[in-house]
């Protein structure tokens, strides 16, 4: 798997075990239909990754990952709907971080990626850069 990727590095390091991973069906199906199941999936987890090291706003978050503003406001209200990030303030400098349900089931989203990621490897496509 091409997991050697900044966001392993960030979002799964302290995930102990990587093979023998429990898997919580609660969160699995959340994380199965905000990763799998629609479109702007990769978008997600790329600002899921950036926001796990430091709270970020939209803005930073637009900067460092390079795309518009609109996309990742757009994205993080998908991401906030499904309790999956947090919002800190109420305006335009508000900030992310994950949820509890993110830091607390991440060897379920390890898994839920990797599942993806190696139905996506066929087309020679890698879902985390």
Not at 13 to 30: G, M, Q, T, W
Not at 74 to 79: A, G, Q, R, T
Request: proline residues 3%; aromatic residues 8%.
């Amino acid at each position: 798997m091409p997991f050697d990727s900044l966001c392993k590095k960030k979002i799964f390091r302290d995930v102990p075990n990587l093979e023998n991973i429990k898997i919580d069906k609660h969160a699995n199906e959340i994380f199965s239909s905000v990763f799998t199941g629609m479109g702007g999936r990769y978008t997600r987890l790329r600002i899921l990754c950036e926001i796990v090291g430091s709270s970020l706003n939209t803005l930073d978050i637009a900067k460092k990952l390079r795309i518009d503003y609109k996309t990742v406001q757009y994205n993080l209200e998908i991401l906030e709907n499904h309790n999956l990030v947090v919002r800190k303030g109420s305006g335009y400098g508000d900030v992310f971080t994950p949820s509890e349900i993110v830091k607390s089931n991440l060897p379920t989203l390890y898994e839920v990626i990797r599942k993806v990621e190696a139905k996506l490897e066929a087309a020679e496509k890698n879902y985390i850069e």
